[in-house]
């Protein structure tokens, strides 16, 4: 499942070559919820690295991201991360931005019981598992 958000542009980190085939990059957007503004911390990989390139620190952007997490083995201990993964940003109210082409973006549509109007949840294109391929108890 995909989301998106809306917010400013707070900081914005160097890429990162962690390994010789992945390379990262992170950035780290302000998001009004309430009384006091969250700063939430996105992470691009591969390809995706330059699609922050365009903005700058200030900048209001709509970012859209998947919902990542992994376990590790370490030691015998196991150990979990969790990922917000942006795979596209664009201007804050840029309805219909999409780099050219005149292809129009869907309208996003707000999750059920979310309290949070910058926050939305869309259905993603391809499921990320197919119900065989997860060993998932329920």
């Known amino acids: 499942m995909a989301y998106d958000v809306t917010g400013r542009l707070h900081e914005i980190f160097d890429e990162q070559q962690v390994s010789e085939k992945f390379r990262k990059r992170e950035f780290v957007l302000e998001v009004q919820d309430g009384q006091y503004p969250e700063h939430i911390k996105f992470q691009m990989v591969q390809d995706k690295t330059s699609l ?12 859209t991201f998947n919902l990542r997490g992994r376990g590790f083995n370490k030691n015998g201990q196991m150990l979990y991360f969790t990922n917000l993964e942006a795979w596209k940003i664009e201007p804050a109210g840029a309805a219909n931005y999409g780099g050219g082409g005149g292809q ?35």
């Open 52 to 63: 922050i390139d365009p903005f700058k620190m200030g900048d209001e952007v709509k970012v």
């Open 104 to 138: 129009q973006q869907a309208a996003p549509r707000p999750a059920a019981q979310n309290q949070n109007p910058t926050l939305r949840a869309q259905p993603s294109a391809a499921p990320i598992a197919s119900d065989d391929d997860n060993d998932l108890p329920f």
